[in-house]
């Protein structure tokens, strides 16, 4: 899925992760019942390890793209 997420797109959260990590300087480790399972964030960064940083409302935490959908956003053409 990590094909499809950009810098910018708008992401949903399919799968809680065990913890969560926050995108901070000094990532700290958050229990997952911060985020709930639909929760819609912006992809803000793209991290080593195979992470992305992701704004939502709650916070912003590094998560894997496992863990995460694209949401589609679909634009009205004439």
Known sequence: MSENITIG??????????????????PMLRPAD????????????????????VRFAKGSFLLESQYLEVVETHLDTL
């Open 9 to 26: 797109g708008k992401v949903r959260l399919i799968t809680l992760p065990p913890y969560l990590k926050t995108a901070e300087p000094m």
């Open 34 to 53: 911060l985020l709930e399972i639909g929760a819609e964030g912006v992809v803000i960064d793209r991290r080593p390890g195979g992470y992305w940083g």
